[in-house]
T-cell receptor, first 113, second 117 residues
Framework: KAGVTQTPRYLIKTRGQQVTLSCSPI?????VSWYQQTPGQGLQFLFE???????NKGNFPGRFSGRQFSNSRSEMNVSTLELGDSALYLC????????????FGSGTRLTVV | AQTVTQSQPEMSVQEAETVTLSCTYD???????LFWYKQPPSRQMILVIR??????QNATENRFSVNFQKAAKSFSLKISDSQLGDTAMYFC??????????????FGKGTKLTVNP
């Protein structure tokens, strides 16, 4: 069965622009979480959606937002990009509450120049 | 807030040997879950093993096993018969149990494991 699919795999944007990343979870998984991975800060939780509702949110500025569609696909948006937003953005899905572990995608590598 | 500490930034092991990766965590919660994830150069985080805090028995998955010491808040990963394909970053993660809800994963900084031929 198909895994978690993230698109695009690589992205280069200019400071001040906005970007949208996409995540398609495993079929049947209704929970989608997003994490930011950087060398300095490690893996940090951004937000989690379940059945189109945001259930949990990390400590990131309002420039970071997300949404989930009725088919469980999710998008995250970062507006007014800053150099510090350069990171690997990982999406993870689970059937319910992630108690049995999340399945991750391969991430989108965002570079802000 | 929960914190997860992996004290070994890098480790190496010879193929076929055994290696243990350390992880400690800090929490006031009683019900929680612990995970080890592996991230190879392909970037995808892969779940290696999972432990429920209320279970005293240590989890085992083929060559991977954990030593879970709840009182000491320690959760180490033992890899037996190391293989070249085990070369990756290994992350320890904590998730508290929220009845009827969800919680985020809190990750350690990771341990880079290299298996040498």
């Amino acid at each position: 069965k198909a895994g978690v699919t993230q698109t695009p795999r690589y992205l280069i944007k200019t400071r001040g622009q906005q970007v949208t990343l996409s995540c398609s979870p495993i079929s049947g998984h209704r929970s989608v979480s997003w994490y930011q991975q950087t060398p300095g800060q490690g893996l940090q939780f951004l937000f989690e959606y379940f059945s189109e509702t945001q259930r949990n949110k990390g400590n990131f500025p309002g420039r970071f937002s997300g949404r989930q569609f009725s088919n469980s696909r999710s998008e995250m948006n970062v507006s007014t990009l800053e150099l510090g937003d350069s990171a690997l953005y990982l999406c993870a899905s689970s059937r319910g509450w992630g108690l049995y572990g999340y399945t991750f995608g391969s991430g989108t590598r965002l570079t802000v120049v | 807030a929960q914190t997860v500490t992996q004290s070994q930034p890098e480790m190496s092991v010879q193929e076929a040997e055994t290696v243990t990766l350390s992880c400690t965590y800090d929490t006031s919660e009683n019900n929680y879950y612990l995970f080890w994830y592996k991230q190879p150069p392909s970037r995808q985080m892969i779940l290696v093993i999972r432990q429920e805090a209320y279970k005293q028995q240590n989890a085992t998955e083929n060559r991977f096993s954990v030593n879970f010491q709840k009182a000491a808040k320690s959760f180490s990963l033992k890899i037996s018969d190391s293989q070249l394909g085990d070369t990756a970053m290994y992350f320890c993660a904590f998730m508290k149990h929220v009845p009827g809800g969800s919680e985020k994963l809190v990750f350690g900084k990771g341990t880079k494991l290299t298996v040498n031929p």
